[in-house]
């Protein structure tokens, strides 16, 4: 076996996780899907001929942690190797063998050196669209969410299917948008493909495997080391969580036993007739992010990465859903593995763990302009961070997926609806000695002359973002009209001059709040974070005339309530 | 004809280029920075340099300044205390801001805090709706009343006026900043509309604010130079050098001095583009590492690429995302934390990794001997022999190779069980891995092919690493210029004055006429108008650019067209769709959509005559002096893994036709270029040195 020592292995190692970045990038600039632009819904990774993955780009969603292997493994099995020639494109879109709902493509090319087999390139991207209902919550099967690709060769030596190209643009909403983006997966893996074989000739490596062990081999090691300063021992924890008629329960099993880890999601709720049923994949890449983070955040995603984390859940819950459960929305049941596993973490991790984030919301618009052009939109809007020790929460920052603010301008030319206010959501952070992100109130008018239908998917409206190691919750996410409360996962109605108020609800706190420095709390005050009487409530400050804390008076007040 | 001089302030030098516009002789000078008083620097080594060079003042026709007092006053936050009025209901905007992680994976991560706390604004009644219309009249006794409690309640010095929908119709902004303008003469008041007016509120009215935060600083600062440069007898023009690669009047820097942030390293990326229009490489990488950061520009056609967005002061690592951002023009860079500062440890991973993390000047380098005891760069570059100890700097500051030798056993060596040679390779491979990564990463955002293209390199660092970089890129040439570590003080001589705005003004091409078209354009080529012929130039002498961001209608991707020069607007307008599409398939490579198209942006460029450097350039006079006679040194190639005997040779006695061959050092006084073992490289007619890779 050839050796590398740590510095040729530190070159080589950044340069495949840079080629198959350069593959990200030249996949975000040929691509229509807004996903894709702007939030990084894909993942392009480079494996060995023996399909280990040796590298990821840097710039994926946690969803994509660590799931290529299987989805290769899978199309390995259907188009074994020696089928495989120059020129073939393999791809499925398979839920249970991609990365969980129909809209993610995954597309793979085999890399050859003159007619030898060196490795294979993979790219996955949420296409614009894919037929059928969607992301409707409405559905109750996954054969109503679109089209459903097997394992398949969408081009086989160098010559485009045609059947199947033509199979989806018959199929989809946007045909345009949804070959191109297939077309700019498709080109991408020739970029990677290139990059991979110059790569090769520039080290004069004739395969890949040496080096890919070495790497994985390296990655493991240090996962081993990190995961080994962890407390032994068995973490647990259960959470609640919004569902479509009644709660859902999460529940986790940790055991860290020397360097290894293993996950077991037993005593999780069953499956649900709606869209937010999670394959499997889904959950093995959320935990492998989770354990990421707490271990060592900057490590590139690869096999070594992960070899010591196990991950199993039972056959009926709804974290291993099984087909035909529908799973277009995977992700709203999903990013809650988040929570769920940081804090059944929060006893062995304390230093390390980030309490209760406050998940995105997301709601659809649907109407007519003055004019009568069709409104079609969606609007996202972040909740509160998380605290860790030692660091607050930032207000409004989305977790554990990522989005792009959608400015007010931009939103009300899109729509001709108007945005009356965005506002910090002062006392909506949890209290602890590091706060809570805080939320955001923010009110639209129906401006556009015509009833409006907001489709509201919204979390954390029943159950809040918790606080940690005696951190306070964050506050609930509300939605609000004349007359009252909106059900989070309800339809808004909203007549020509009708407003509707929501609240994003708060990140958890981290620690005890009475211990929070003055300091703080006073720029909580003077930034909008805190109210004086939040700051008396929550954190036991007397806050004078003139909105700055009195230190003695505050003191006094601490130490009663200690007392208690 | 007389002279013009290039001023050029640099963290540790300012310098100054000369340049007699009649005989095209060039000279340059150095000076030592005055961080306490940067100004002085300037006006001392303006002295000192004419008086060298025996040139009156008199005769001095322009001076161009480049100067990082903007950048700095954002990244250390000295500007003035800066106070905010904001449409009601919007006062959080800064801090809700892109509601975006840069990092997914780190979750400490820290975002930089907008230049005006939240205690500092104010909401006003007022609004528009996005086609511009009045929902609310503006509260101008309200606007004013908020203004008097921030000055005299809370010591403001300047004030952002930022309303939405500003872009669209400007009538708000502007009553309120005369309203408060009149009640307050003392202020600096800046609207977000004529900083940029630009579509997003949070990206307009962040860099409304930082436009506004260092108006009085730049204002005392260029009250001073002017005063200074009048009181030795200077009768010429002044103008400051933007980060757009065009040059303003001191004026318009007053009114818009968000425009001068990294100025420097764009008077660098435009002489690296007249660089390859002298040697007939439209295509080039322009590449300049100095002590903390490492820069590129893409240069395509012979000019830069520019870009309308740029983000300054990053806090965490220099990551992008954790910045302030603003809309400005700029040409577009790279910028990533590698340089000869750069620390080298062993990171999480348990392996090398260098930078971003800088030893700055002070302590510096461990071989500096000031007390820094961390591995950087430099110590690496001295370890292989890539430096040589007694002439850094021109034989001004002395290197100590074992207290290098000892920071790379300690920092990198020892931990990952190499011998300090291989570590010292290791640091310096790394950091051509980082740039050439940059490079290629950047080129596949844009679509850009450089394999056929040159490298100019440039800065103290740069030349020592470029040869490597550019075999990891194939490129096939590399041009280490003369003067290259005052690259950015001889681009100040290349620039034009120039002016270039944009307008956000969404519009269906189906629904457009050509009176529309016109009008579209019409408010930026006033502006540009008005703000080039207060500087004296108009007529034939403006050169007029006009471009638009087309997208299809729904789509979140905006491609850039230009309207060919002088095109009548109904022609015009028949020719856009067929543009649209040539720019959408150079991005996108895709067949046309039968979707409608519409225009985003409006954008106009203005700029005066090119300063005829090009023609007159030669190789820059550094002062005469006799050749240096170096002795042979040993340095490290890793091909033939040893240190080998390598001769250094005195770039400023290299003549043009003089043939270099490799292993070399090319020793000048801010730089020293390296030729590995079988490299070539030869002078040309100006004075550079140009290196051919043949391939493989």
Partial sequence: MQRFDPISLKILWDRLVSIADEVVLSLVRTSFSINVREGYDLSCILFDHRGRMIAQGNYSVPSFTGTAPQTLAHMLRDCPPETLSPGDIVMTNDPWMGTGHLFDINVMRPVFRGDRLVGYTMSVTHLPDIGGAGMSSTCTEVYQEGLRFPVCKLAEKA????????LVRMNVRVPEQVIGDIMANVSCNEVGGRALLEFMDEYGLEELSGLSDAINDHAAAAMREEIATIPDGVYENAIQIEGIEAPIELAARIEVRGPDIAIDFTGTGGPVRASINVPFCYTQAQSYYVVKCLTIPSL???EGAVRHIAVTAPEDCILNAQPPWPTGGRHSVGHFIVPLLMGAMEQALPERVQADVSMMNVFSVKGHHRDGEEISSLFFLAGGFGALSGIDGRAVTPAPSNMTVVPTEIWENLTSMTVEKREILADSGGPGTWRGGSGQETVFRNDTGNLLDLALMGQRTEFPARGFAGGGDGALRRYLREGGEVDGKGRILLAPGDSVVMHEAGGGGFGDPLQRDLVEVQRDLDDGHVTAAGATRDYGCVVGAAGVIDAAATHDLRASRAGK | MGYRLGVDIGGTFTDFALIDDESGRLTVYKQLTTPDDPARAVLEGLQAMLARDSVDIARLTSVIHGTTLVTNAVIERKGAPTGMLVSRGFRDVLDIAMERRYDLFDLRLVFAEPVVPRALRREVSERRAFDGTVMELLDTEGAVAAARDLVENRGIEALAICFLHSYADDSHEVAARDAVRAAFPDLFVTASSEVLPFMREYERWSTTTVNAYVQPLTNLYLSHLEAGLAGLGFQGSFLIMTSSGGTVT????RRFPVRLIESGPAAGALMAALLGEMLAEPELLSFDMGGTTAKGALIRDGAPLRKYELEVARVHDFKAGSGVPLRIPVIDMIEIGAGGGSIAHVDE??????????AGADPGPACYGRGGAAATLTDANLALGYLVP?????????????AAERALDDGVGGPLEVASTRAAWGIHEV?????????????????FDYRQSAMVAFGGSGPMHALRIARKLRIPKVVFPAGAGVMSAIGLLATPLSFASLRSAPARLARLDANALTAGFAPLLDQARAQLGAAGIAGDALVLTRRLDMRYVGQGYEVEVELPEALAADAALARLPALFQTAYEAVFATSFLENEIEIVNWK????????DLARNYRQPDIGARAAQDYPNTTVYFPERDEHLACPVLDRYALAPGAEVEGPALIQEDESTSVLGPGERATVDAYGNLIAELAEG
């Fill in chain 2, 604 to 611: 106009v460029e203005a700029r005066g005559p090119l300063p």
């Fill in chain 2, 250 to 253: 001191a004026d318009t820097a």
């Fill in chain 2, 349 to 358: 991973r348990r392996l090398l990794a260098v930078g971003p993390r800088s």
């Fill in chain 2, 390 to 402: 007694e002439q850094f700097l021109g034989g001004r500051m002395a290197l100590d190779p074992a």
């Fill in chain 2, 431 to 447: 950091i051509n891995e980082d740039v050439a990564r940059a490079f290629r990463e950047h080129a596949s955002e844009i679509g």
């Fill in chain 1, 159 to 166: 010559r485009m299917n045609q059947m199947i190209l033509d």
């Fill in chain 1, 300 to 302: 590139p995603n690869n």
